[in-house]
């Protein structure tokens, strides 16, 4: 700053002094205001904001806690053992190491039902799903069996709930109340991994995925079945278009109605078809021979029967494997329940279905069923009858050849007999006829060795 003229600030001197003040009011005023902008920026949070946050938080926290409660405690998955038991108060029998031979089946049903009241009357009640006898055997301690066991729960309880089934088994078969003893010369309750399982299960005859429903309904027009429940189940088809059902007995065996081929005998016709669905079908086979029984006459209802070859087998899968063939000297009493299914008719006339459908239906004395004013004695010996006589469940046409089975044993399923013929769809007084199965055992064999 240059110094003072008569008393007089220079021009000079008056611009530093503005610019000094500028510079002064700048300085502190701008600070001053420093606080009224954060104010601004604070009031911005108002409540109904700071409110939407903390809902969204605790929302996402919720869908957190929510799926992992699902995972740890819903989301359960199959686990199976296998465990090694002996029975010293039963002789091993050659015939037990038969498939179907009625002292194996018998056997097997007491073992199965001897663990399965076990586990049914215990703490894992509410995991244990069934029990599968995988063989019989000899050994110097006497009768030896191993036996599959399914569970089902979430992964995080792997080791207790194995450790429970032990000392379940442990405290039930060491008393003196069971006729199965725990082999201990073998490690007990092996893992064993889900391929594994179910290429041993698949293996086996007669097992279905998922319990069949309790539904009363006849197929016409019945309920849907649930996916690979009756995974035996074919479509005998030409051109596509569904005719007959069939059984699947071998990887290449279907047992069906011999008056399915009256008008087409030539098997380069048919095709066979699988899975739940007729559109798609899970898998397709062409047909290489077709057996019917040499009794049989068309329009008739005596030996109504027949074996179609398939032209290559089919892959046993959870979807598609066979249903068990009753030994020859089974017998089925009347009122048990049975299931029919097919892809017949919904009622008489009607369009055919194109998801399989099921029905439980009951046996019938073929005395009740030869009554006048029910068939007249039209009903052999060769024939089940099955349904009820007030009518309402029944077959249907385009349900012929297919399988009508039992439980013989806890989710067992066994072939009694073949949709063969009945008048109308689930009338009064007139149920269901079906070629006895046991009746021709013998022939079964001796056309298909099985």
């Known amino acids: ?128 799903i069934k029990s599968h006898v995988v063989n019989l055997r000899s050994s110097n301690d006497g009768l030896k069996t191993d036996v599959l066991l399914k569970f089902q729960f979430t992964s995080n309880n792997a080791g207790t709930i194995k450790r429970q089934a032990y000392d379940i088994l442990y405290q039930k078969l060491k008393s003196d109340e069971s006729f199965l003893k725990i082999d201990t010369s073998l490690p007990y309750l092996r893992d064993v991994n889900k391929v594994q399982a179910e290429h041993i299960l698949n293996s086996y005859c007669g097992i279905g995925r998922e319990s069949p429903s309790s539904s009363m309904d006849r197929i016409a027009p019945g309920v849907e079945a649930k996916e690979a429940a009756w995974p035996w189940q074919a479509s005998l088809q030409i051109d596509g278009i569904h005719f007959c059902g069939a059984s ?33 079908p899970l898998m397709r086979r062409n047909v290489q021979s077709i057996i019917i029984h040499e009794n049989y006459a068309a329009h008739k209802h005596e030996d109504d029967i027949a074996v179609v070859k398939l032209a290559a087998p089919v892959i046993f899968s959870d979807d598609v494997h066979r249903v068990c063939l009753p030994d020859a ?31 439980q239906v009951e046996i019938i004395s073929n005395d009740v069923c030869n009554q006048v004013t029910v068939y007249g004695g039209a009903v052999s010996s060769g024939m089940i009858c099955a349904g009820y006589l007030k009518g309402g469940q029944d077959a249907c046409e385009g349900d012929s050849g297919g399988p009508l089975v039992i439980a013989l044993d806890r989710n067992i399923w066994y072939l ?24 021709y055992r013998d022939w079964i064999k001796s056309k298909t060795n099985i």
């Not at 502190?28 to 700071?50: D, E, F, H, V």
């Not at 290449?252 to 016709?269: I, M, Q, S, V």
């Not at 073949?418 to 007139?430: A, E, L, T, Y």
Request: some cysteine; overall charge positive.
């Open 1 to 128: 700053m240059t110094p003072s003229v008569n008393g007089y600030v220079a021009l000079d001197q008056i611009q530093d002094l503005h610019e000094l003040c500028n510079t002064y009011y700048h300085d502190n005023y701008k600070g001053l205001q420093m606080p009224a902008i954060l104010n601004r920026r604070t009031s911005s949070w108002r409540p109904w904001k700071i409110a939407l946050i903390i809902a969204a938080v605790v929302f996402v926290l919720a869908i957190i806690i929510g799926l992992l409660v699902y995972f740890l405690a819903y989301d359960q998955k199959s686990h199976y053992y296998q465990a090694s038991f002996q029975i010293p108060s039963i002789e091993y029998n050659p015939d037990f190491s038969v498939e179907h031979s009625k002292s194996g089946t018998n056997l097997k049903q007491k073992i199965n039902s001897e663990i399965n009241k076990i586990f049914q009357r215990s703490s894992l009640n509410h995991h244990y």
């Open 248 to 280: 699947l007995i071998s990887k290449e065996w279907l047992l069906t109605a011999a008056h399915c081929f009256d008008n087409y005998k030539n098997p380069r016709l048919w095709m066979a078809s699988f899975g739940t669905t007729l559109n798609p």
């Open 329 to 359: 000297t089974s017998e089925v009493l009347p009122k048990s329940k049975v299931f029919v299914t097919g892809w017949g008719a919904l009622k008489k006339n009607g369009p055919f279905p194109n998801t399989l459908r099921e029905a």
């Open 416 to 439: 009694i007999g073949i949709v063969s013929w009945g008048i109308d769809c689930g009338k009064p007084n007139k149920p269901g006829l079906y070629t006895k199965v046991t009746r």
